[in-house]
C-alpha cells in the first residue's frame, strides 16, 4: 500500500507554524524569518514533501475575488468602510473576502497569504501597526494591485486613500476655541502612528493659531476605543488644570470620552465640549449627537473600490496618493461653550 501523500498542513503541524507561514517558505517569500523557514525547510526534507509547482500556479490564477484587510473591525467605521467597499466591487462581478488583523503584523501577514492562495484579483488594507514597506514587495512584484486606507506606508509604492488629518483636527480646535474654550484637551489614539502625528499636528497648529499654548499633559494618548475614551477623560481629570473640552482622535474615544464625563456626573454638551473624527452612523443617534469631523467611512469604502478596479481593469500597477476631503458637523456634543454669547451662536 502507497503512502499517503504528505500535505501542507502536516508540514505545518509538524513545524508549529501556520500553514500560511509554509505557504510563504514554499513561494519563497521575504516574509518569513531565517529560523523559520530553516525550521520549516527541515520538517519538509524530513517529510518528503514535493512542491506541486503547477497546481500551486492554478491556485493563484486571478479570480473574482478582492480581499480586504481591516486593522480593528470592533471600530464601527472599518465596517462601514467594508460596506463601501462592497457596493462596488459587487456591482462589478466580484465578491470581497474580510479579515480583521487586530493590530497584529504576524496575523496581517498570514491572511494575505492566505487570500493570496484563493488568488485574489486586488487587494484593500488598513495596515495594522508597525507595517512596513517591505511587507508589500511581493504583492506588488506579483503584480497584485493594492489600495492603502486610512494608514499611509511611505515607501511602499502601491496606492493610497487617506483623509486629510491635519485639516480636520485643526477644524475641531477652531470650533472649541471660537466657544471660548482655552483648556482644549486631544484625548485616544496610539502615539506611534501616522494619523496620530497628523491630527496632533492639526491640533498644534489651531492651538498655535488660536493664540493658546500648546501643554503635553492634555495631549493623552491611549488605544482609539471606547474604553481607551473612558482612559483618556479619566486621566485628564486628574490634573490640577483641567481641560473643558477634548478633541478625539475617532468617534470610538469620543463615545468613550462621553462615558468618563458621564461617571464623573459631568453631561457631554453641557458641562464639557466633545468632538470627535470619522463620522460613523451612530454618531448622529448618540446622546448627545455627537459633533464630529466627517470622513464618510462608506464614501472612503467606495472610492478605494474604484481605485481598486481601475488598476485591475488596466492591467497596471501604477501608484496614485490620494488624500480627501473632511468637514466639521457640528451637533450638540460641542455646545459646552463658556460664555451663553457662544453657547447661542451655534444652537
Not at 523557514?37 to 492554478?58: D, H, Q, W
Not at 480583521?100 to 495594522?128: F, K, W, Y
Not at 455627537?290 to 485591475?312: C, E, N
Amino acid at each position: 500500500m502507497s503512502k499517503e501523500r504528505v500535505t501542507v498542513i502536516d508540514i505545518a503541524h509538524a513545524a508549529g507554524v501556520s500553514k500560511s507561514t509554509v505557504s510563504l517558505v514554499l513561494q519563497g517569500s521575504s516574509l518569513v524569518n531565517e529560523a523559520t523557514r530553516a525550521k520549516v525547510n527541515a520538517v519538509i526534507r524530513e517529510l518528503g514533501y514535493v512542491y506541486n509547482r503547477g497546481a500551486a500556479n492554478l491556485r493563484q490564477a486571478k479570480s473574482k475575488i478582492v480581499g480586504i484587510v481591516v486593522n480593528d473591525l470592533t471600530n464601527s467605521f472599518f465596517a462601514e468602510l467594508a460596506v463601501g467597499v462592497d457596493m462596488v466591487v459587487q456591482s462589478a462581478g466580484y465578491v470581497q473576502f474580510l479579515s480583521n488583523t487586530g493590530e497584529s503584523i504576524d496575523r496581517q501577514r498570514e491572511v494575505v497569504a492566505s487570500m493570496r492562495e484563493h488568488g485574489i484579483s486586488g487587494l484593500i488594507v488598513s495596515p495594522a501597526r508597525g507595517t512596513e514597506a517591505a511587507d508589500f514587495k511581493s504583492l506588488t512584484n506579483a503584480g497584485i494591485p493594492v489600495v492603502i486606507v486610512v494608514r499611509n506606508i511611505p515607501g511602499a509604492k502601491v496606492s493610497s486613500l487617506v483623509s486629510d488629518n491635519l485639516a480636520g483636527a485643526s477644524a475641531a480646535v477652531e470650533h472649541l476655541a471660537s466657544l471660548g474654550h482655552r483648556r482644549i484637551a486631544f484625548m485616544g489614539g496610539f502615539a506611534n502612528t501616522a494619523v496620530f502625528a497628523e491630527r496632533l499636528g492639526g491640533y498644534r497648529d489651531a492651538l498655535a493659531k488660536a493664540g493658546i499654548a500648546f501643554d503635553d499633559d492634555l495631549a493623552v494618548a491611549t488605544a482609539p476605543s471606547r474604553a481607551g475614551g473612558v482612559e483618556a477623560v479619566g486621566r485628564a481629570m486628574l490634573l490640577a488644570d483641567k481641560p473643558t473640552a477634548a478633541v478625539c482622535f475617532n468617534d470610538a474615544v469620543a463615545f468613550g470620552v462621553c462615558d468618563g464625563l458621564r461617571a464623573r456626573r459631568l453631561e457631554p454638551g453641557v458641562d464639557f465640549a466633545v468632538v470627535g473624527f470619522d463620522d460613523v452612523i451612530e454618531a448622529e443617534s448618540a446622546v448627545p449627537a455627537l459633533t464630529t469631523i466627517s470622513v464618510d467611512p462608506q464614501g472612503m469604502g467606495r472610492r478605494a473600490a474604484q481605485l481598486l478596479l481601475k488598476q485591475i481593469n488596466s492591467g497596471k500597477v501604477e501608484a496614485e496618493a490620494i488624500v480627501s476631503a473632511v468637514r466639521l458637523v457640528v451637533r450638540q456634543s460641542s455646545g459646552a461653550g463658556l460664555d451663553t454669547t457662544a453657547r447661542r451662536a451655534v444652537s
